[in-house]
T-cell receptor
Framework: KAGVTQTPRYLIKTRGQQVTLSCSPISGHRSVSWYQQTPGQGLQFLFE???????NKGNFPGRFSGRQFSNSRSEMNVSTLELGDSALYLC?????????????FGPGTRLTVT | AQSVTQLGSHVSVSEGALVLLRCNYS??????LFWYVQYPNQGLQLLLKYTSAATLVKGINGFEAEFKKSETSFHLTKPSAHMSDAAEYFC????????????FGKGNQVVVIP
């Protein structure tokens, strides 16, 4: 099976712009979670989608949003970019929205905000 | 809320020596515990997981971890370090009702000295 894919891999944006990142989960996986990784804050949970519904949300401002499509692919959007949004954004997929299932991570999208 | 503590951001180990990475967790519910490894410019790869079936868990690449409830610990070990073990290692916990959110530790950057 193909792994989790994320596009694009690298992105450079300017403050104030918005950005959309894409994640394709492993075939058959219905849960997609997003994490932000920065040197200062480490890995932080953004949100999780299951069956096109947001199940959980982390402690991030409303500028961070996401959605999931009927084929389980997911997108996350960040509006009005700030310098502090520069990070590696990781997507993870699992069979279902349950803690007992492993989450498989994609390679990430490296976002740089200038 | 669940949390994980990993002490010592950088860990140096000689090739052939024991690798020991410490992880202590906090959880109000029976936890699921995971160790992930991250190589440069890559996503996270699952090394092993604890889901209450057995307290000693064997993972990939010769790693294993032991769950000790009395010590709220889930330390990762490998008897003999290889150069290819140089990477960043993250401990994570999940298990809260209704979600599969992972709470990560700050990570350990492992350096293998030849």
């Amino acid at each position: 099976k193909a792994g989790v894919t994320q596009t694009p891999r690298y992105l450079i944006k300017t403050r104030g712009q918005q950005v959309t990142l894409s994640c394709s989960p492993i075939s058959g996986h219905r849960s997609v979670s997003w994490y932000q990784q920065t040197p200062g804050q480490g890995l932080q949970f953004l949100f999780e989608y299951f069956s096109e519904t947001q199940r959980n949300k982390g402690n991030f401002p409303g500028r961070f949003s996401g959605r999931q499509f009927s084929n389980s692919r997911s997108e996350m959007n960040v509006s009005t970019l700030e310098l502090g949004d520069s990070a590696l954004y990781l997507c993870a997929s699992s069979l279902a929205s349950s803690a007992s299932y492993e989450q498989y991570f994609g390679p990430g999208t490296r976002l740089t905000v200038t | 809320a669940q949390s994980v503590t990993q002490l010592g951001s950088h860990v140096s180990v000689s090739e052939g020596a024991l690798v020991l990475l410490r992880c202590n967790y906090s959880s109000s519910v029976p936890p699921y515990l995971f160790w992930y490894v991250q190589y440069p410019n890559q996503g996270l790869q699952l090394l092993l997981k604890y889901t209450s079936a057995a307290t000693l868990v064997k993972g990939i690449n010769g790693f294993e971890a032991e769950f000790k409830k009395s010590e709220t610990s889930f330390h990762l070990t490998k008897p003999s370090a290889h150069m290819s073990d140089a990477a960043e290692y993250f401990c994570a916990v999940s298990g809260e009702e209704g979600n599969n959110r992972l709470a990560f530790g700050k990570g350990n950057q492992v350096v293998v000295i030849p």
